[in-house]
């Protein structure tokens, strides 16, 4: 997610030693490497698909049992009162890197990653942009995960963080007023330590429904104006790739919506937005040496990771009960097709403002 500076310190402070309590209780052999393969790099997951050992995006959350028997992790991650997205342990070798990478992928798009280390030193860097910090345990930080960042870690001990994704309410967004920069030499406000409560079950709201099953042509319409306002232009006037990429891209748009208006969630329709999706992404392969975004990522790898994948999951068919009625409160009578349609109570009034009243 673009914010508005590189890092931003949290107003909240947690039990450094707790945790490392907790974290040193688990089992070395919960550790999983990295599944792209990065040297060092491991990870447990505490809140994932379905609550198991697993690194998806797409489907319903739920806690791990590695969570459920780690009560201040659980409170601390409770604490923010979000709701939860995939959310791990991410532990890292001595003298080794987090790979220099930006996240545009549709997942990361609009979530906000909040970094509590646990097991640091002086000597883990976490460099985001042109700038870098080194966040101590027990603090709290969130990130601008579409600039290019890395963290390397020359000290001599397993660096762990506990790495929360969520979308972020309004109130969260107010807790982040009252954070502040590093380089903010004027601000000098303490921190509160959040403590271990025992006794007390902390309840953590996880995601259900995360990715789309076909995604609405306001939402792809979003989607690709932000593509296009982040698309770096060149020179060579109406002919140029940049401008070619971006016809290609409101193309696809415009086709979308068709298929949306005639098919909505229907499966009949699967076939077709996949064959649209396909043929869209062959369009734009051709400009990855050529059209760059305004952080240096070629374009039609944001369109592919943060469109093109996004716009059809059908593996996430079950959370989506399309012929399922929505009860209406007050509803004495059946439901018509439209909610403007005539009420059926024969009252001259539309549904909508007499047995469909949500209000």
Known sequence: MKLAQEFIQLPILFDAEKLKAEVNAIPRSHWIAHHE??????????????????????????CTQVLKASPYLMQVIGSFNEVIGRSRLMGLEPGCEVPLHSDINYHWYKRVRIHVPIMTNPKVIFHCG????????????????????????????????????????????????????????????????????????QQVMTEV???????????VDYLANELIQEIQYDDEGK????????????????????LWSQYGLNRKGWPHYHALRQAA???????????LLSNGTPAPRMFLHCIIDSVLNVEVES?????????????????PISRNALCPCGSGKKYKYCHGNIS
């Open 37 to 62: 393969g990065f040297k060092g790099n491991f990870s447990i997951p505490l809140v994932s698909v379905g609550g198991g050992n697993n690194n998806e995006f797409k489907g319903e959350m739920a």
């Open 130 to 201: 042109d700038q870098q910090v080194n966040m101590k345990s027990g603090e709290a930080w969130i990130f601008d995960s579409w600039k290019y960042h890395t963290v390397k870690n020359d000290s001599d001990i397993f660096r762990v963080h506990l790495v929360i994704d969520i979308t972020g309410s309004s109130k969260f967004w107010d807790v982040v007023k009252q954070g502040r920069v590093p380089w903010d030499l004027e601000y000098n406000k303490n921190f509160g330590v959040t403590h271990f409560e025992g006794g007390t079950k």
């Open 209 to 219: 429904y995360n990715s789309p099953l076909v995604m609405s042509p306001g939402e």
């Open 239 to 258: 002919e140029s790739d940049a401008v070619q990429m971006i016809e290609k891209i409101t193309r696809f748009c415009q086709d979308w919506r068709c």
């Open 281 to 291: 992404y062959e369009g734009v392969m051709k400009y990855d040496s050529t059209v």
């Open 319 to 335: 959370s989506f009960n399309v012929n399922q009625d929505i009860e209406i409160p007050n509803s004495k009578v059946d439901k």
